[in-house]
């Protein structure tokens, strides 16, 4: 054993090979690189995986040491494809940006730019000002706010408006949604007291009369979001609520979730109420997220009564809740998109892919499958199949889309193989496993993406063989 700890290479020779083989890679990198590698070889003589003296030679430590400095020197950012069929994809970064928003990002992050300074008056401005307005048109609110996402955004309009009082809210809806956000916890942390009303399945207007008290400062609505209730069941729709709350002098609140500006029901997705349908209703102020059905940057939307948000403007947590200039500049972009529907449907990715139809659906998928199976022959077959897209980010829940799947079968290996393999291609490929085929789903993925679906399909399945 010890003849063999003799026959490691020094660190100084490993630098050296490294030097030569990654001339522009820091020194930093390249020196962690060599100390792990040769930690490693020190514990596999150690174990005995180790115990002759070949595995230690440069032909066979600097491959390892060359993997080892690509795989550390890779940024851990990198893009995806979205092969699953769930368009608000919240694990794969949720909405794809416009290039209208795209191109507003790169010039908001290239230059200074006029954030919180006001061109008329030369003087200091508001960052909320920049999109403002064009909320309140596109929703027809009094005023908006932006901040950093819709957790924030609830938390803010709970901590202005019910600190140390109650907040009245159905059983029914104290929901959780994925990534621990929990109404009563997020609640909690605002100060605010949940008065629970109802039962899981049922809540009348009596309820919210019964538990209303002198401490009660407003009525929560909470979009169920990623659950549906069915069989027996009934709630208080949200019109009669806002007219409940409003004759007893208090505000109607909403956390509508997803939030979307256009009516869905067109492309077959119901039950979702526009921001402009929830605000005539009567709700005073509803928050919504900007990345969920919307399409555009993480941000947290709170439109509404004038009174309430000029209120929450003031408070000092929105210092600490507030989004930057990236998402401020996206956010308009998408907003302006929004002034004409149409070009919304076009622009705006997520709804582009919500409103695609299923006929373009299918033809694109047989023109990958027929790319695919030219790729893969010989390591895989491909076939069609027909099934459901889901929209994600816990909006329209239990409402697929119809489309077709290519269903890639290999040959040389399982399904549930080739889809661990494709999580380290570049770039990864993220797909459907369903026994022995991994699926992919063309509503996520673009025309110009499918021959780098083939590519990386066709890496993983040669990794496999060799
Ligand atoms: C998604 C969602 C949230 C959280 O929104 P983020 O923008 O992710 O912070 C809160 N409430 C509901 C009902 C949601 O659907």
Same mark, same amino acid.
């Given at each position: 054993m010890s003849s063999l700890f003799r026959s490691l290479p020094?660190?100084?020779? !490993?630098?050296?090979?490294?030097?030569?083989?990654?001339?522009? +890679?820091?020194?930093?990198?390249?020196?962690?690189?060599?100390?792990?590698?040769?930690?490693?070889?020190?514990?596999? %003589?150690?174990?005995? #995986?180790?115990?002759? &003296?070949?595995?230690?030679?440069?032909?066979?430590?600097?491959?390892?040491?060359?993997?080892?400095?690509?795989?550390?020197?890779?940024?851990?950012? !990198?893009?995806?494809?979205?092969?699953?069929?769930?368009?608000?994809?919240? =694990?794969?970064?949720?909405?794809?940006?416009?290039?209208?928003?795209? &191109?507003?990002? #790169? $010039?908001?992050?290239?230059?200074?730019? =006029?954030?919180?300074?006001?061109?008329?008056?030369?003087?200091?401005?508001?960052?909320?000002?920049?999109?403002?307005?064009?909320? !309140?048109? *596109? +929703?027809?609110?009094?005023?908006?706010?932006?901040?950093?996402?819709?957790?924030?955004?609830?938390?803010?309009?709970?901590?202005?408006? !019910?600190?140390?009082?109650?907040?009245?809210?159905?059983?029914?809806? *104290?929901?959780? %949604?994925?990534?621990?956000? #929990? %109404?009563?916890?997020?609640? &909690?942390?605002?100060?605010?007291?949940?008065?629970?009303?109802?039962?899981? =399945?049922?809540?009348?207007?009596?309820?919210?009369?019964?538990?209303?008290? &002198? =401490? +009660? #400062?407003?009525?929560?609505?909470?979009?169920?979001?990623?659950?549906? $209730?069915?069989?027996?069941?009934?709630?208080v729709p949200a019109n009669e609520l806002a007219d409940f709350a409003h004759a007893h002098g208090l505000p109607m609140l909403e956390d509508l979730g997803s939030g979307s500006l256009m009516d869905f029901s067109r492309w077959g997705l119901h039950d979702e109420p526009t921001v402009p349908e929830v605000l005539r209703q009567g709700t005073d102020v509803v928050t919504f997220s900007g990345d969920k059905v919307l399409g555009g940057p993480q941000a947290g939307i709170i439109v509404g009564k004038k009174e309430y948000v000029d209120r929450m403007k003031k408070n000092q947590l929105l210092r600490a809740l507030r989004c930057d200039k990236l998402t401020l500049a996206a956010l308009e972009a998408t907003l302006r998109l929004y002034r004409d529907p149409e070009t919304a449907r076009r622009a705006i990715p997520t709804v582009r892919r919500m409103s695609m139809d299923p006929e373009t659906l299918k033809v694109r998928a047989e023109s990958l499958r027929d790319m695919l199976s030219g790729a893969l022959e010989g390591r895989a077959s491909c076939s069609l199949k027909e099934d459901f897209s889901r929209v994600g980010g816990g909006s329209f829940p239990e409402q697929g889309m119809p489309t077709t799947l290519v269903c890639v079968h290999p040959s040389v290996c399982s399904a549930r193989q080739l889809k661990m393999r494709l999580l380290s291609t570049n770039p990864p490929l993220v797909g459907r496993l369903d026994g022995s085929s991994f699926e992919l789903d063309p509503r996520t993925m673009d025309d110009d993406e499918f021959p780098d679906v083939a590519r990386v399909l066709k890496d993983a399945l040669d990794g496999i063989g060799s």
């Open positions: 020094s660190v100084d020779a !490993c630098l050296r090979w490294l030097e030569e083989d990654f001339a522009a +890679t820091p020194h930093s990198v390249l020196l962690e690189s060599c100390r792990a590698v040769l930690d490693e070889l020190r514990e596999d %003589i150690r174990s005995g #995986r180790i115990t002759d &003296e070949a595995a230690l030679s440069p032909e066979r430590v600097r491959p390892r040491l060359q993997a080892v400095v690509e795989k550390k020197d890779r940024p851990r950012f !990198c893009r995806v494809i979205n092969g699953a069929g769930v368009v608000v994809h919240t =694990n794969l970064g949720r909405s794809v940006l416009a290039r209208e928003a795209r &191109e507003a990002v #790169r $010039i908001a992050a290239s230059g200074y730019s =006029n954030l919180e300074f006001d061109l008329e008056t030369g003087e200091r401005g508001s960052r909320i000002s920049l999109v403002e307005e064009l909320l !309140c048109s *596109l +929703t027809g609110a009094e005023a908006a706010l932006v901040v950093n996402n819709n957790a924030a955004a609830v938390l803010l309009m709970l901590d202005t408006m !019910c600190k140390g009082g109650e907040v009245m809210l159905s059983r029914g809806q *104290l929901v959780e %949604i994925g990534g621990s956000f #929990r %109404i009563p916890d997020v609640m &909690e942390r605002s100060g605010a007291t949940l008065r629970e009303v109802g039962t899981t =399945n049922r809540t009348h207007l009596a309820d919210y009369e019964r538990a209303l008290s &002198e =401490n +009660t #400062r407003a009525v929560l609505w909470v979009h169920p979001s990623n659950y549906r $209730i069915i069989g027996f069941h009934s709630s």
